[in-house]
C-alpha cells in the first residue's frame, strides 16, 4: 500500500505546524506507487514546497523526480560560459532599438539597465515576497488555493496535477489589471510593495513595447492600441534549497505564452537559463537589472520576427533561497481575433499563423502541463499546401 506523504499535529504550547520526515519519502514498489494520491495530500496539505524544507526532509517526494531526459546534463568542458546581453536604456534610442531587435530576432531575450523603474521598488518588492514566503506554514495556508479567478493565489506548481513531475518552488500569484486586485486577498507585507511594482513597470511596459515595434518598423503604439498594456499578471516565485537537486528542477523547460515578461530576480543566481541553439544561455543576477523575455503571442503576430525562447529554472543547491517576480503583459480584450501583423505579410513573407481568438488561446493553454513550446505549432499554417 501507499504510505501517506505527510502527517501534520498540532503542538498545543506554540500552536504550529509540526511535520514527520519520516513520511516525505514513502517507501512504495512501482506497482503500488500512487502519484495522484501523493499529489493530493501534499496540495491539501497547505504546506508548499518551503514547508517540506523547513520540515527537515532530506529526499524529496517522489511526484518531484523528473524523467532524466528533462534534467540538466554535465556543463561542456572548456567552452565559453553563453550569458544573455545586457543593454543600456540611457544610450541613444536608435541604437537602444537596433540592439532590442537583434536580441528579439535571436535569443528572445535580454536584460535591461539604467531604466526608470527605481532599484528601490525592485528591491521593496522582493523584499517582501521573500518576507511572505519565509512567513510560518499556518500564515501562509489562509491564501493557498489553486482559484486563480479570485485574484489572488498562493500554490506549490499552477499545473501540479497536469504536469508528470512536479518542480521545486512555491508562487503566488496575483492578477494585477484590467480588474485590480482584491487586496484584501493578497498578504499584507505585499501590498503596497506590490502596488508600487506594477505601476513602474507598466510605464516601462509602455516604452519597451513603443522600441518593439520601431524595431518591427510597425507603428510604436501598435501594442498598447490592441491592450497589451492592459492584462498584467504577476507571478512571484520562491525556489528554496532543495535536498536532491539533480533529481529535479526549479521550473521546466517551457516558453511563455503572452506578449512581453518582466523578470526582477534576487542575488541567488545560476539558476535561470535560455535555450541558445543546443545549449543553455545563463541569466546572471544582475542587482537592479530587469530581465525581459518575448512571449508565444508576440512571436505569432510578429510573424516570426521575434523569437519566443524555451527558458528552464534550475533546482536550488544553496542554502538561500531565489526570489523572483514576473509580470506577464497579456491582452485584456479576450474576445478579439489575433494573428501576423499585416504589415509584416507579403506575398515574400506570407502568414505563419492563422488568426485564432484569445480567450481559446489563454484557455489550451492552462489545460496543459508547462512544458517545451507552448502553443505555437498549433496556431501553425502549412503554407506548403498553398
Given at each position: 500500500?501507499t504510505?501517506s ?10 500552536n504550529?505546524?509540526n511535520f514527520?520526515?519520516?513520511f516525505?519519502a514513502?517507501?512504495?514498489t512501482e506497482h503500488?506507487?500512487d502519484r495522484l494520491?501523493?499529489v493530493?495530500?501534499f496540495?491539501?496539505s ?10 527537515g526532509?532530506t529526499?524529496?517526494p517522489?511526484?518531484?523526480?523528473h524523467p ?5 546534463g554535465p556543463?561542456?568542458?572548456n567552452k565559453p560560459r553563453l550569458t544573455?546581453?545586457v543593454?543600456?536604456l540611457?544610450?541613444e ?8 531587435r537583434q ?5 528572445g531575450f535580454f ?5 526608470s ?7 521593496s518588492?522582493?523584499?517582501?515576497m521573500?518576507?511572505f514566503f ?7 495556508m489562509?491564501?493557498?488555493?489553486r482559484?486563480?479567478g479570485k485574484?489572488a ?8 496535477y497536469?504536469s508528470k513531475?512536479a518542480?521545486?518552488r512555491?508562487?503566488l500569484?496575483?492578477r494585477?489589471?484590467?480588474i485590480e486586485?482584491?487586496w ?6 505585499c501590498?503596497?510593495?506590490l ?8 510605464g516601462l511596459g509602455?516604452?519597451?513595447?513603443s522600441?518593439l ?9 501598435k501594442l ?7 492584462g ?5 516565485h520562491?525556489?528554496?534549497?532543495c535536498p ?6 526549479g521550473?521546466t523547460s517551457?516558453?511563455d505564452?503572452g506578449v512581453?515578461t518582466?523578470v526582477?530576480?534576487?542575488?541567488v543566481g545560476?539558476?535561470?537559463q535560455?535555450k541558445c541553439?543546443?545549449?543553455w544561455a545563463?541569466?546572471e543576477?544582475v542587482?537592479?537589472a530587469?530581465?525581459?523575455?518575448i512571449?508565444d ?5 510578429s ?7 524555451q527558458?528552464?529554472v534550475l533546482?536550488n543547491p544553496?542554502?538561500g533561497?531565489r526570489?523572483s517576480i514576473a ?6 480584450n479576450?474576445?478579439k ?7 509584416l505579410v507579403?506575398?515574400t513573407?506570407?502568414?505563419v ?8 488561446y489563454?484557455?489550451?493553454f492552462?489545460n ?8 505555437t505549432?498549433?496556431y501553425k499554417i502549412?503554407?506548403?499546401?498553398a
Amino acid at each position: 500500500m501507499t504510505v501517506s506523504l505527510i502527517q501534520t499535529h498540532k503542538n498545543s504550547s506554540s500552536n504550529t505546524l509540526n511535520f514527520s520526515s519520516s513520511f516525505m519519502a514513502p517507501v512504495t514498489t512501482e506497482h503500488d506507487y500512487d502519484r495522484l494520491t501523493e499529489v493530493k495530500q501534499f496540495d491539501e496539505s497547505k504546506i508548499g514546497v518551503k514547508g517540506l524544507v523547513d520540515s527537515g526532509v532530506t529526499a524529496i517526494p517522489r511526484f518531484f523526480h523528473h524523467p532524466p531526459e528533462n534534467l540538466p546534463g554535465p556543463k561542456p568542458k572548456n567552452k565559453p560560459r553563453l550569458t544573455v546581453p545586457v543593454i543600456d536604456l540611457s544610450g541613444e534610442r536608435s541604437t537602444i532599438v537596433e540592439q532590442i531587435r537583434q536580441a528579439c530576432s535571436t535569443l528572445g531575450f535580454f536584460q535591461i539597465v539604467n531604466h526608470s523603474v527605481p532599484v528601490s521598488v525592485i528591491d521593496s518588492a522582493i523584499g517582501s515576497m521573500k518576507e511572505f514566503f519565509e512567513q510560518s506554514t499556518e500564515y501562509k495556508m489562509r491564501f493557498y488555493h489553486r482559484e486563480a479567478g479570485k485574484g489572488a493565489a498562493y500554490s506549490t506548481n499552477f499545473d501540479l496535477y497536469q504536469s508528470k513531475a512536479a518542480s521545486w518552488r512555491d508562487t503566488l500569484q496575483v492578477r494585477m489589471s484590467p480588474i485590480e486586485p482584491d487586496w484584501e486577498a493578497v498578504p499584507e507585507m505585499c501590498r503596497a510593495t506590490l502596488a508600487a511594482w506594477d505601476k513602474a513597470v507598466t510605464g516601462l511596459g509602455e516604452e519597451l513595447m513603443s522600441m518593439l515595434c520601431e524595431g518591427l518598423g510597425i507603428k510604436s503604439d501598435k501594442l498598447k492600441e490592441l491592450s497589451c498594456l492592459e492584462g498584467r499578471v504577476c507571478a512571484s516565485h520562491y525556489y528554496p534549497r532543495c535536498p536532491q537537486p539533480e533529481l529535479t528542477v526549479g521550473l521546466t523547460s517551457h516558453t511563455d505564452p503572452g506578449v512581453l515578461t518582466m523578470v526582477v530576480q534576487n542575488e541567488v543566481g545560476g539558476l535561470l537559463q535560455v535555450k541558445c541553439g543546443d545549449e543553455w544561455a545563463d541569466v546572471e543576477a544582475v542587482h537592479g537589472a530587469i530581465v525581459i523575455n518575448i512571449g508565444d503571442l508576440f512571436q505569432m503576430m510578429s510573424n516570426d520576427e521575434y523569437k519566443s525562447v524555451q527558458h528552464r529554472v534550475l533546482a536550488n543547491p544553496v542554502e538561500g533561497a531565489r526570489v523572483s517576480i514576473a509580470i506577464f503583459f497579456n491582452p485584456s480584450n479576450r474576445d478579439k481575433q489575433y494573428g501576423p501583423f499585416p504589415e509584416l505579410v507579403s506575398t515574400t513573407k506570407p502568414a505563419v499563423y492563422r488568426e485564432f481568438v484569445y480567450e481559446d488561446y489563454m484557455r489550451r493553454f492552462f489545460n496543459k502541463e508547462l512544458d517545451g513550446k507552448t502553443l505555437t505549432n498549433f496556431y501553425k499554417i502549412d503554407n506548403t499546401k498553398a
